[in-house]
């Protein structure tokens, strides 16, 4: 943990304008204790592991876990929620490759075609992009993830080789949901305004034949 955390420091203090974040990184800072915004701290940990192999073999990593938001409520907008994190790590891959993992998994997982894509800033991601869709309840596009193809400042410090890329995503799981069910209200998923009467009527995982 030590080697990496000084191989971290490193490159994150180097002078090179390219291969820095856009604030400073501070060890005190790295060292606080939060609610996890995201699961990407679960990512990092096994492309570390990954990197320690003797020989790289390509992999595909998956998760589903909770994460917390400074945001404030409304038909949306969760201050907690559960993310789909997922990446693929392997040879000379490119963000047509990203995006078509996402469009085969929201068409075949949830029914879900309507994609589009923004490109945002993401510190450990470059190029980096938000992934939305339509909610024909709402009636406007809403943004059900992000995304992006790491950086080569975080991986090489793990020990991946250069010419390994890593395309990755982190997906809401609620967002989804409420397209998929024609629901209007995230709250109606995650809190207290869940309809009790419907998690009773309703079996505990519904798969669309």
């Keep these: 943990l030590q080697i990496n955390l000084r191989k971290t420091a490193t490159v994150q203090i180097q002078p090179r304008q390219e291969n820095r974040y856009c604030y400073d990184w501070k060890l ?66 490119t963000l047509g490759d990203l995006m078509g993992v996402l469009h085969t998994f929201f068409s075949k997982a949830m029914g879900i075609t309507q994609l589009r894509f923004k490109p945002t800033y993401n510190p450990y991601t470059e190029p980096s992009m938000e992934v939305f869709s339509y909610h024909e309840g709402l009636k406007k596009w809403v943004e059900i993830g992000n995304s992006g193809v790491f950086r080569p400042e975080m991986l090489l410090p793990m020990g991946l080789p250069e010419n390994v890329s890593v395309i990755a995503w982190g997906l809401s799981l609620e967002r989804p949901t409420m397209i998929k069910y024609g629901l209007t209200n995230i709250r109606e998923l995650v809190g207290h305004k869940v309809n009790l009467e419907m998690v009773y009527n309703n079996p505990l995982c519904r798969l669309d034949k």
């Design 28 to 93: 005190e800072e790295a060292q606080k204790n939060i609610l996890r915004t995201h699961t990407t701290a679960v990512s990092a940990r096994m492309l570390y592991k990954l990197g320690q192999q003797e020989q790289f073999t390509p992999v595909k990593y998956f998760s589903i876990d909770r994460v917390f938001r400074n945001e404030t409520l409304d038909a949306t907008h969760l201050a907690e929620f559960h993310q789909i994190e997922g990446l693929i790590a392997d040879y000379d891959l």
